[in-house]
Antibody, heavy 122, light 104 residues
Framework: QVQLRESGPGLLKPSATLSLTCSVSGGSIRSSYWSWIRQPPGKKLEWIAFIYQSGDTTYNPSLRSRVTISIDTSKNQFSLKMNSVTSADTALYYCARIGETAAGTPGYFDSWGKGSLVTVSS | EIVLTQSPATLSLSPGDRATLSCRAS??????LAWYQQKPGQAPRLLIYDASKRAAGVPARFSGSGSGTDFTLTITSLAPEDFAVYYCQQRSVWPTFGQGTKLE
């Protein structure tokens, strides 16, 4: 059973760059798609981006200009960077695995980390 | 962006009751829809994918149906552990989620 664990800064100031890392254990990152999703307090889930083990990426159009997702297969980790953060980026950030369909396309979020709370405040 | 609208926002039922949750898409997502369960302080858990397929380990009292723009999650005979928030999610285009239904 694959397990995911997020690590992040907790608190950062407006206009800073958010960096998050997801460590994957119990399975290889050299398969499936890997994703970041966030949930502002009391609000719904918002998908941010996903990456394939090959390095191919797909971004939420509304966040694309500020976000970069990357993968490090040697460390079995993938990461997210988000620049120019504001209070609107305060959220619980989850990393998740996306199961690969029989056609090799991204399926659904079938394994999740516990989440990393990020608060943007001066 | 495909908008998913869930109804009702809150569903008040008792253990043993039948729950019916709805998810409507702003345009067709074919059968590419999933349902997740989220309990307080926990990450979401995949219950149903491709509209009607149960994920591994999900009890048979959970079932999904629908296609195109209208989908339903049914929970027959609610167990105490089923009281949670339920989200639908589509993958027809880039992923989006509904706003959730709280089952209380």
């Amino acid at each position: 059973q694959v397990q995911l664990r997020e690590s992040g800064p907790g608190l950062l100031k407006p206009s800073a760059t958010l960096s998050l890392t997801c460590s994957v254990s119990g399975g290889s990152i050299r398969s499936s798609y890997w994703s970041w999703i966030r949930q502002p307090p009391g609000k719904k889930l918002e998908w941010i981006a996903f990456i394939y083990q090959s390095g191919d990426t797909t971004y939420n159009p509304s966040l694309r200009s500020r976000v970069t997702i990357s993968i490090d297969t040697s460390k079995n980790q993938f990461s997210l960077k988000m620049n120019s953060v504001t209070s609107a980026d305060t959220a619980l950030y989850y990393c998740a695995r996306i199961g690969e369909t029989a056609a090799g396309t991204p399926g659904y979020f079938d394994s999740w980390g516990k989440g990393s709370l990020v608060t943007v405040s001066s | 962006e495909i908008v998913l609208t869930q109804s009702p926002a809150t569903l008040s039922l008792s253990p043993g009751d039948r729950a019916t949750l709805s998810c409507r898409a702003s345009q067709s997502v074919r059968g590419y829809l999933a349902w997740y369960q989220q309990k307080p302080g926990q990450a979401p858990r995949l219950l149903i994918y491709d509209a009607s397929k149960r994920a591994a380990g999900v009890p048979a009292r959970f079932s999904g149906s629908g296609s195109g723009t209208d989908f339903t999650l049914t929970i027959t005979s609610l167990a105490p552990e089923d009281f949670a928030v339920y989200y639908c999610q589509q993958r027809s285009v880039w992923p989006t989620f509904g706003q959730g239904t709280k089952l209380e």
